[in-house]
Structure formats: C-alpha cells, structure tokens
C-alpha cells in the first residue's frame, strides 16, 4: 500500500473496513458468463460499485479492470476500494492511471523518461501494476481509467525481463549498475530528492524507483552488495532495509524508445499495445459510470465513458500524439473477441451506441443485452428536498430527521456504516448527535456517496451524504507531491 494513498488511522473501537458480503448477488453474474460474455447493471451508485467489483474478484477467483470515465473519478474510486478493504487484501488492488508525461514536454507522441512530481508519481503506479500483473500468483484488482486503457504500454514480460534485480550480499558491479541505471532513463544528481533519480558517492548508490514508495541506498563493499536500505528524501536518513530489490526504468517509454538497450526489439515492438491486451483471458472488464446527484443532471452530457474516450481521441490527435494510443472502437472490438468476461454499469447508452457509425458491431454495446437489478438504491433519495435547505437552522433540523429515519432503519434490524474520512470529523459528529444512536457502524474510510439494500438490510452513508454536500477531494498525486515539498520546505 505504500505506493497508494495513505491509511488513515484506525479509531479506538472503529472497525476498519466493515464486513460486507455480497456473494450472494453474484449468482446472478455467473450465470450470466455461464451464457455469455457480457453482463450489464442498472446504474450503480459509486460507491456500491466498488463493493461490487471487489466481492466479484473474491467470489469469482478472476482478475477483475474496473474501468471510470476519468482520471479524477479513479481517484474517487480508489477511495472507496480503499474504504472496503481490509489490510491484508490492499496489496491486490493496483492502480493504473493514465500517463501524464504526454502533456509534459514529450516529442512525437514518446514522452520523456525522466519526469517529476505528478507525472512521475503516475509513472510509478503504472510500472508498479506492470510488474505486479507479470507475477501475480492470486487474482488482482486494477483501477484504471478509460484515457489509460487506451493508451499503449510495454507487456509486463518485458518490463520484467528488463529490469534490475539485486540483492544483499550477491554480487554485482556497481560501474554496471550506474551504467545501466542512465540507459533505464534514471537522471544523476548531487543528492536524490525526486523519483526517476540516482545518485553516487563511492561505494554507495541511492536510486529512487518510480515504483518505489521511498529511495534505495544500495552500499557496496567491492563487487558485493553489502546492504540495500530505504531513507527519506528530506533529512536522508535511513528508514528499513529492503533485502531484495526490483529496479524497473524510470519510465515505461525508456523500453520503446531505446529498444537497443536490452536486445529485445523484436518482444518490444510486438507487445506495444494497451494494458488490456496485456491480461489474462479470464480477467473481467467493469465499465463504471458515475450517477450524477439530481442537481448535476445537465453535466450528464459532458459525461460517460464514451464521451470521454471520444475526447480523449480528438486531443491525441490535436496534439500529435494519437500514434501512442489504440482508438475506444478498436479497444471494445478486440475485447470482443477474447473470452473475457465484461460488466457494464452504464447511465447513459446513447454515446456508446454512436460507436457503431465506427463500424463497431451493435451486439458488443451494453445496450444490446438486458439490465440486471442488484438492487442498490442511491440514498441520496431519502435525502429532503434542496429547497429546503433556506436556513442553518433548517438544514440542522432536516439532518436530524433524516438520522432519525435512519436510526429507525437501524434499530428495525439493518446495519447502517456511517464513514467518515478523517477521525477528527467522526469526533465531532459524535459530539454534535445523540449517543443513543448507538445503533450505527462508525468506520474511517473517504466513501463518495451512499446507497441503500434493502434484501440485504444494508445501508452505507457517506461523509458527504451527512453534511448534504459534496466534498471535492483532491487528486492522491497531487497530495503526495505538495506533503513532500512542504517536509523540503521545512527542513
């Protein structure tokens, strides 16, 4: 997990995630896939869709892509696979964002290598997926978004036959090493601070991994590895020895760009294509699309994944660089024709249905296949109306009536979690509502909207969904690149 966003600490006498089985609503898709290859759902609300996926790939024994609109509502989603899972299942959730180096100064559609903050956060996350789907022994999660799905890569088999692998107390050539690490696209500085760097004093060698959640400091005593540890990029110091430790490039680009560097031209220039034609065959695709709140209908139209992948097409192509990435059509089309199982939860058909003027066929678009019902309700339907809202007064009363019928729902038998992103504000809606409501599930976890189950007496209300507005989280890169610049500042 130490390459995602960091877990919140646990609460005394918070349960975190809560234990929700949903096995039972995947009877319905296995016989589906019994039948046929896709499964489509009535719209899911947001966060109910992660609880879906992740009780998919546990019940099924699949891998399973969920796929969103955008980058940002990746971000979302990973919030809530975060929210759902329990410590000892995180490492299986890998997130695959879309490559950022392509607005960062890159040349005719090959970004650059050697990359920093944002981009090279994002960098990292993908090689690390990369590697990770090349030797997975159990099934995984990956998060992505369609803007990266449809963007070309390397095959996980190359990048894992050409990267580094060293380990305390074997031998290697520490000349080889820095030699090897300026053809990965690794920049040399007087002191690493950045991911995608290396550094070298004598005998030792400090290299930051994009894949990496810390720097390496690799000493040498002669040809030996002598330690491999990893430190903090503000104050340098040491923080936990690695052992064992795999170095990829600093870019996924540096194996296309420069295929002469590890005599595999021939396996690079067949594997450069998208991620998905990267997967096994059993691996499930789950297209998700976010319901909008009533009050957002109109953006609607600007929304959807294949509203977003179309627009995504047109500024490749606008900036040159539609050569490094396979159009939405060909994506869907080559799906169609491997055995991989594919879900849709879909609010608007009609921008996938203009695919076929592409000469997509019309029997691979969700629209063309009946809707299952698991029977998520979004609870923002039990929320009062909008116009109510004139006063503070008036939204602090129809808050607690609405815990109130919450409260009724509890104590009638259904377990109600009530998530909260931080302790500090699960403290003070505790201080601020009645200890008698007892009856709820408290859990720390950033969960973006709430729904409801009735079959199985289930209901999941969100931060948000307590305050009746939405709370803008920011991109997990963004965060990370501005905590370690402000540690710099400080130090």
Sequence with gaps: MASHASKLPETAGIPRPPEIALHSLIFPVKEVFARGKICCFMPLPFSAAALFALEMRRTLGRPLVIITESAALMDEMRRNLDAFT???????????????????????????????????????????????????????????????????????????????????????????????????????????????????????????????????????????????????????????????????????????????????????SNSYDSLAQCLPDETVFFWVEKCPAAADKSARQYGGIACHAALHESACRDAGFSGADVSFAALLENLSRRPCPQCFSVVDCSPWRSLAQTGLSPHILPDAFPSLDPGFRALHDMSPPLQSFLTVDAARENRRQWLGRLEEKARAGMDVHLFFSTPGALDRFRSANSPGRDVFHFHLGAVSDGFLHDQLRLAVVSEPGLLFQAKTMRRRAEIKAQRLAERRAVS
């Design 86 to 268: 329990a410590e000892k299942d995180a490492a299986a959730i890998l997130d695959y964002p879309p490559r950022e180096e392509d607005t960062a100064g890159g040349k005719g559609g090959k970004p650059s290598g050697r990359d920093s903050g944002r981009p090279a956060i994002a960098a990292g996350e993908r090689l690390r997926a990369l590697a990770r789907i090349g030797v997975a022994q159990s099934p995984f999660l990956i998060n992505t978004c369609v803007q990266a799905l449809m963007q070309k890569t390397i095959s996980p088999a190359a990048l894992n036959r050409y990267a580094l692998r060293l380990s305390e107390g074997k031998p290697h050539d520490p000349d080889r090493l820095a030699a090897w690490l300026e053809q990965a696209g690794y920049e040399f500085v007087p002191e690493v601070q950045e991911k995608a760097q290396a550094a070298r004093r004598g005998g030792l060698a400090d290299v930051w991994p994009p894949s990496e959640p810390l720097p390496l400091r690799i000493e040498f005593d002669g040809l030996t590895v002598e330690s491999i540890r990893r430190f903090d990029a503000v104050d340098q110091r040491s923080c936990g020895r690695a052992g064992t430790v795999v170095i990829p490039p600093a870019s996924e680009s540096v194996l296309t760009r420069v295929p002469q560097i590890s005599n595999l031209e021939s396996q690079i």
